[in-house]
């Protein structure tokens, strides 16, 4: 079981930047795609971003432009930079771990990812 906490979040005005940190505790780090998503009440756990092992990264559409993902092996952290934000950026944000999705379907699921953090929550005012 790999534990996940996730820290950065807060409150923000739009056009703002936060940086989130996802610190995992599996030595086995490394060999992990990472997962962000984010979720508001009421709706669906959405995708955000994820990075593979190999470091090929992808986001969702809505974030393009705007989010960075990294990870530093080294430190076990996975990172999400937000900038530009939006008002409808307001969610709790979760990172999580997976282990060889082998398609980008499922890299951009939530049930491809065995392992979620608490959550952070990013609150983005008008």
């Known amino acids: 079981q790999v534990q996940l906490v996730e820290s950065g979040g807060g409150l923000v005005q739009a056009g703002g930047s936060l940086r989130l940190s996802c610190a995992a505790s599996?030595?086995?780090?490394?060999?992990?795609?990472m997962g962000w998503f984010r979720q508001v009440p009421g709706k669906e756990r959405e995708f955000v971003s994820a990075i593979r092992r190999s470091g090929s990264i992808y986001y969702a559409d809505s974030v393009k432009g705007r989010f960075t993902i990294s990870r530093d092996n080294a430190k076990n952290t996975v990172y999400l930079q937000m900038n530009s934000l939006k008002p409808e950026d307001t969610a709790v944000y979760y990172c999580?771990?997976?282990?060889?999705?082998?398609?980008?379907?499922?890299?951009?699921?939530?049930?491809?990812?065995?392992?979620w953090g608490q959550g952070t929550q990013v609150t983005v005012s008008s």
């Open positions: 999580a771990t997976s282990g060889s999705p082998s398609t980008i379907a499922t890299i951009k699921s939530s049930f491809g990812y065995t392992n």
């Open positions: 599996a030595r086995t780090f490394s060999t992990y795609a």
